[in-house]
């Protein structure tokens, strides 16, 4: 699955305002049947971080996620599209950021999206890895 995004977090370190989007795809092609299924996340929250040393920061985070997912079958040259109604869902997850040179960091961090509260092994459970530039 291809996912591309990005990611704007705003406010003082204690309390910020952070904001996300997601695309994703994924196409599967056979003989006699394709499918490509396309996903949009976007994600509003409350992010909290503490200086863990010069270096290192911990941060907790906490919101709302929206997403919308598309399915494109074809069976035989007939094409079948499904859209799911858009879900809105409570997310909370921690994560580590290190300064690698200046003002760029590596970020590590967990998220738990809650979509069902009965059956907590039904929830969404994401681990992101990447890098980003702090401006001033």
Known sequence: RLTYGGKVTAGIL??????QYAHSTLQETFPAFSQTDTGDKARVGLRSGFNLGPFLRLY??????ASLEKVDQTTNGVTTTVIQPLAVSPYGGAGVSAQIFGKFFANLDVIAIVTNFSNLDQNEYQTTAGFSVRLP
């Open 60 to 65: 907790l985070k906490a919101g709302a996620q």
């Open 14 to 19: 204690l309390l910020s305002l952070e904001g």
